[in-house]
């Protein structure tokens, strides 16, 4: 390899590393859920300003009739002192679709976040009947997407 081509090489690593800690480029975090009731809370992410979490495929156990909503709620992880944000209701993941939340108004600055499952069919139950399963749940940090 000549001089210029190392050159090259070193350019293309150098500019790759760049974008991928170019400032503002949050990580985005997902998981599944299984037999959870409400009072769940999901792992931590860093965010500012706005966030979407994504639910595929939702399902309950023990229900009967069984439950077709799940509210969630977003949290600002303040210790002793956790802030709420605005809660949303989810209904198509339970019919094949995808149900999704946005929270738009999030604080500026860098800041932990978390979801709660406040309600499944309308009950707080935090211990038993009903739970949720789904299949898979995703946080976007970065509205650029839509």
């Known amino acids: 390899m000549n001089l210029s081509m190392k050159s090259a090489a ?18 985005n975090d997902d998981g599944k859920l299984v037999s959870v009731s409400g009072g769940y809370e999901s792992d931590r992410w860093s965010d500012e300003l706005y966030s979407q979490i994504t639910f595929h495929g ?5 229900t009967f009739p069984v439950a077709k909503s799940v509210d969630v709620q977003i949290w600002e992880d303040i210790k002793l002192n956790p802030d709420s944000c605005d809660n949303k209701t989810y209904t198509a993941c339970y019919v094949g679709k995808v149900s999704n939340g946005e929270w738009t108004d999030l604080p500026a600055g860098n800041k932990q976040y978390y979801f709660k499952i406040m309600k499944i069919g309308g009950s707080k139950n935090t211990s038993g009947d009903p739970n949720l399963d789904v299949d898979k749940w ?7 997407d839509g």
Do not use: M, Q, R
């Open 10 to 27: 070193v350019l293309d690593i150098s500019a790759a590393a760049l974008i991928l800690l170019a400032p503002g480029a949050e990580a």
């Open 58 to 62: 939702c399902y309950n156990s023990g």
């Open 138 to 144: 995703v946080v976007d940090t970065t509205k650029a």
